[in-house]
């Protein structure tokens, strides 16, 4: 009966490791993925921060900020 056991345990242990090597490479795609999108937003987010509407309301949020009396 112990043997049975063991062997059934060995069995599900190797079939999980194999089963783990099989997905690693679908794990960096998916960060690679994840990078990318990350980046593209960056890059969006970049162009309407320094487009010259938003650029101007940040410079008199700032201005205002610096001008306030304590």
């Known amino acids: 009966m112990y043997q049975?056991?063991?062997?059934?345990?060995?069995a599900l242990v190797?079939?999980?490791?194999?089963?783990?090597?099989?997905?690693?490479?679908?794990?960096t795609s998916e960060y690679a993925?994840?990078?990318v999108a990350a980046v593209a937003f960056a890059v969006v987010l970049y162009k309407v921060v320094t487009s010259g509407a938003v650029s101007a309301e940040l410079q008199g949020i700032v201005k205002q900020a610096l001008d306030a009396r304590m």
């Open 33 to 35: 993925m994840g990078i």
């Open 4 to 10: 049975a056991v063991r062997a059934r345990l060995s």
């Open 14 to 27: 190797c079939g999980a490791v194999r089963v783990a090597r099989r997905d690693a490479g679908m794990v």
